[in-house]
């Protein structure tokens, strides 16, 4: 049911999404070229969309995959995860970056976050860390960096696998290096709503070429060619080996082109939302009901997502209400994330609410604003008027 709207008419008529991907006629001419094209699969255009974004971040390798899922699957694929390893993640993420360790048997721990950066907490981490832990997945929660080093800390003389999850952090620097080149392997995501599209699409960098060569086989039911890796020698030019249990996670040429030619246009998508996020910290951080995200200085971050902590204790209503009224003002907000092991599948694997209470006291009162790089001035005055009305109606 949609509350009433507060004083009549509603702020927009035509209602705002949370996000939306950009796409132009320049996007629609490269992936044609492709449709017309001898490859439509297996082409050259994954490699060169491997090479732009390994080059972009600066790792040395980068493997495409159908989707960041099938990505962070790979990753954990090629760090060894199995039955009887633990691998530590937050909460506060999109469900895959825990199911990736379901997928190959291993158990997924959920280290709590710290409430000011609503990032994994280092001294967290540290605290879940056993003989069993095989792999750290840290997530870059709205495109923030996690603080890599202390989380290098935390695992010192360990034999551990960092897999960043940097689905929303494209483009972000973590002490002056891109994001891509800080962890074992990285996940970035091209979902339409992350900061660029393939569709569905995802991808691993890395710059270790075991890993690198793991991930490729992965991707192709770990099917190969190459003469070097096959158990069995001199069988016949047509010979191929099945090394190992893979999937056809592969992403097309289409999509690679779709991705190629966004990469184009990454510069002004960046400038755009980091102008965006300057707008609303600046019409934000002073309304009383609201509290921003901190940013610290090792993380000059490109947003995906603008989240807002409402100060409850400073409201009449709980964050359910002040969602409803978003919708009947036609401005679309969503919630990320409920918590990870909140779910039911992950309830009936035995764990329990209250495992992580700061992910869950966040939960409870956070919201996502609209924010992509088409919004406008007045899309984005929309929003702002958005909270000053609602917060404004329902403070103490
Ligand atoms: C989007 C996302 C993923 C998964 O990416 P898909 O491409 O949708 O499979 C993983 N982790 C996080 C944090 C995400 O936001």
């Not at 993640?89 to 895959?96: D, E, I, L, S």
């Not at 989240?307 to 919708?327: C, H, M, N, P, W």
């Not at 003002?329 to 209250?354: A, C, D, M, S, T």
């Not at 088409?374 to 103490?396: P, S």
């Amino acid at each position: 049911m949609k509350p009433a709207i507060l004083g009549g008419k509603p702020i927009r008529e035509k209602s705002l999404p949370y996000a939306r991907q950009y796409v132009d006629n320049e996007d629609c001419i490269e992936v044609n070229k492709v449709l017309k094209s001898a490859f439509l699969t297996t082409g050259p255009k994954v490699q060169e969309f491997e090479r732009e974004i390994s080059n972009y971040v600066g790792a040395k390798y980068a493997v495409a995959f159908s989707s960041g899922t099938a990505a962070l699957h790979g990753a954990c694929h090629a760090a060894g995860i199995g039955a009887g390893d633990e691998v530590i993640t937050t909460p506060m993420t999109f469900a895959a970056s825990a199911n990736c360790v379901l997928y190959m048997g291993g158990t997924p721990v959920f280290a709590d976050i710290n409430l000011d950066t609503f990032n994994i907490d280092p001294n967290e981490i540290a605290k879940k860390i056993t003989d069993k832990t095989r792999a750290i997945i840290p997530v870059d929660y709205t495109g923030q960096a996690v603080d890599m080093d202390s989380i290098k800390d935390s695992i010192k003389g360990k034999d551990i696998v960092i897999i960043q999850d940097a689905a929303h952090s494209l483009g972000t620097k973590y002490k002056g290096t891109k994001v891509g080149n800080l962890a074992d392997m990285t996940m970035f995501s091209f979902h339409p709503v992350k900061t660029i599209t393939t569709g569905e699409g995802g991808i691993i960098t890395t710059n270790n070429k075991e890993y690198y060569k793991k991930l490729i086989n992965f991707r192709s039911h770990c099917i190969t060619r190459d003469t070097d890796q096959h158990i069995n020698k001199d069988c016949g030019g047509w010979y191929y080996e099945q090394l190992d249990l893979g999937f056809n996670y592969r992403m097309t040429d289409f999509q690679a082109a779709l991705g190629i030619s966004q990469m184009k246009k990454i510069d002004w998508f960046i400038k755009r939302r980091k102008e965006i996020v300057d707008i609303y910290n600046e019409a934000f951080k002073n309304l009383e009901g609201v509290i921003l995200q901190k940013n610290p200085d090792y993380s000059d971050t490109v947003n995906h997502l603008y989240v807002l902590k409402l100060d409850l204790s400073k409201l009449t209503v709980g964050r359910r209400e002040i969602f409803g009224a978003f919708q009947a003002e036609n401005i679309g907000v969503f919630v990320h994330y409920i918590p990870v092991y909140w779910h039911p599948y992950y309830q009936r694997l035995g764990y329990k609410k209250g495992l992580c209470p700061k992910a869950e006291e966040l939960y409870n009162s956070i919201l996502t604003v609209p924010l992509f790089p088409a919004m406008t001035d007045e899309d984005l005055e929309d929003v702002i008027d958005g909270f000053y009305k609602i917060v404004g109606y329902y403070r103490r």
